[in-house]
């Protein structure tokens, strides 16, 4: 499969990487291993040794470098050998490294050409670690799914109605609203749905007496995957700062062409000294994802078995645009990567 490649995927939530362990995954079909050198700071190397292949994440950590299991070639930050105990080190013993950024709690790493790993590239996602403001949890699954169907899933809300118990409401109105926006490479889909009772989730937090209000769901959309939600209930025709907020992100990382790690954060702004509905709020949203979501989005895989989404001629709705839309944005980065990498190399062969 073709990725993206000069762009920031998350990698791990910055915890998962501790002091003195190995963390190994796959991202765009390539296997990696993380971990943090003495001074704290993250390291990621090809999860392969040189010598036999064996998985680097299997071995362990010795004077800041990665000892390989089979043979005990250490490997440091740079991908260099750094210790061969059975003698000189091969010129060629070394592995490929790949640039990391840790920001927003979550470690972002760099798959393609480590020249352009500019940290500007990166969304902002500023608002899942502002712990002054917000009261935040997060979590990880990995759903067995091309990860363009998990965002077309996210940029397409109208199935909540349908799907979720937890975050959807069976009695949405026929006035609710659907808008597609542009701006560059950025899809933005808003989803209006007004005078509905509230979802269990707003329940939890929305103080009126009023037994209807106004709910909102509005994604961002950066590519290649990084999704972005403003969520928020407010009484009917009121400002939203009137009611409670929680925005999320989503971001998916592509492991192979049909599984997906996806990382998620939910920030709300409503009862933020609340552990206990923390915990509540949680388990719901985890809930959605994984019992609701998940299993539709991996049956959708399974009657695709490995046909990609437009060529098997999708019937489409208005809530499709802005899905459809990010597909495209997508299509036309990759192919201008691609066709920018060609010219570099002819170049070069010139």
Same mark, same amino acid.
């Given at each position: 499969?073709?990725?993206?490649?000069?762009?920031?995927?998350?990698?791990?939530?910055?915890?998962?990487?501790?002091?003195?362990?190995?963390?190994?995954?796959?991202?765009?079909?390539?296997?990696?291993?993380?971990?943090?050198?003495?001074?704290?700071?993250?390291?990621?190397?090809?999860?392969?040794?040189?010598?036999?292949?064996?998985?680097?994440?299997?071995?362990?950590?010795?004077?800041?470098?990665?000892?390989?299991?089979?043979?005990?070639?250490?490997?440091?930050?740079?991908?260099?050998?750094?210790?061969?105990?059975?003698?000189?080190?091969?010129?060629?013993?070394?592995?490929?490294?790949?640039?990391?950024?840790?920001?927003?709690?979550?470690?972002?790493?760099?798959?393609?050409?480590?020249?352009?790993?500019?940290? *500007?590239?990166?969304?902002?996602?500023?608002?899942?670690?502002?712990?002054?403001?917000?009261?935040?949890?997060?979590?990880?699954?990995?759903?067995?799914?091309?990860?363009?169907?998990?965002?077309?899933?996210?940029?397409?809300?109208?199935?909540?109605?349908?799907?979720?118990?937890?975050?959807?409401?069976?009695?949405?109105?026929?006035?609710?609203?659907?808008?597609?926006?542009?701006?560059?490479?950025?899809?933005?889909?808003?989803?209006?749905?007004?005078?509905?009772?509230?979802?269990?989730?707003?329940?939890?937090?929305?103080?009126?007496?009023?037994?209807?209000?106004?709910?909102?769901?509005?994604?961002?959309?950066?590519?290649?995957?990084?999704?972005?939600?403003?969520?928020?209930?407010?009484?009917?025709?009121?400002?939203?700062?009137?009611?409670?907020?929680?925005?999320?992100?989503?971001?998916?990382?592509?492991?192979?062409?049909?599984?997906?790690?996806?990382?998620?954060?939910?920030?709300?702004?409503?009862?933020?000294?609340?552990?206990?509905?923390?915990?509540?709020?949680?388990?719901?949203?985890?809930?959605?994802?994984?019992?609701?979501?998940?299993?539709?989005?991996?049956?959708?895989?399974?009657?695709?078995?490995?046909?990609?989404?437009?060529?098997?001629?999708?019937?489409?709705?208005?809530?499709?645009?802005?899905?459809?839309?990010?597909?495209?944005?997508?299509?036309?980065?990759?192919?201008?990567?691609?066709?920018?990498?060609?010219?570099?190399?002819?170049? *070069?062969?010139?």
């Amino acid at each position: 499969m073709t990725y993206l490649r000069n762009a920031w995927y998350a990698a791990a939530w910055d915890n998962e990487v501790a002091a003195g362990q190995l963390l190994g995954r796959t991202f765009l079909d390539q296997p990696v291993v993380l971990y943090r050198d003495e001074a704290g700071k993250p390291v990621a190397l090809a999860d392969r040794c040189p010598h036999r292949f064996a998985p680097l994440s299997k071995g362990k950590i010795i004077d800041n470098a990665i000892q390989c299991p089979y043979h005990g070639l250490r490997f440091g930050a740079s991908g260099a050998c750094v210790h061969n105990p059975h003698g000189s080190i091969p010129r060629a013993a070394y592995v490929a490294s790949f640039p990391l950024l840790e920001k927003y709690g979550l470690i972002w790493i760099w798959m393609g050409d480590p020249d352009k790993a500019d940290p *500007a590239k990166l969304p902002d996602f500023s608002i899942i670690a502002d712990h002054d403001n917000y009261a935040i949890v997060n979590g990880y699954l990995k759903i067995e799914a091309n990860y363009q169907l998990v965002t077309d899933n996210l940029l397409d809300l109208s199935h909540a109605q349908f799907v979720h118990t937890f975050i959807g409401n069976s009695d949405s109105s026929d006035r609710n609203t659907f808008e597609m926006k542009v701006e560059g490479s950025t899809v933005w889909a808003y989803n209006n749905m007004p005078g509905e009772p509230p979802t269990k989730l707003w329940q939890l937090m929305w103080k009126s007496t009023a037994k209807v209000g106004d709910r909102r769901a509005n994604m961002r959309w950066d590519a290649p995957s990084h999704l972005l939600l403003d969520v928020g209930f407010t009484d009917c025709g009121r400002p939203t700062s009137e009611g409670p907020s929680m925005p999320s992100a989503h971001i998916l990382t592509p492991e192979t062409e049909k599984k997906t790690h996806y990382f998620w954060a939910a920030a709300r702004d409503t009862m933020r000294d609340d552990e206990e509905l923390s915990k509540i709020i949680w388990k719901g949203i985890d809930g959605a994802f994984r019992l609701e979501d998940e299993p539709m989005i991996e049956d959708c895989q399974a009657r695709m078995q490995t046909a990609d989404l437009m060529s098997l001629n999708p019937v489409m709705l208005t809530t499709d645009a802005a899905a459809i839309r990010a597909r495209r944005v997508l299509a036309m980065l990759v192919e201008q990567e691609q066709s920018a990498d060609s010219t570099a190399s002819a170049a *070069a062969a010139s």
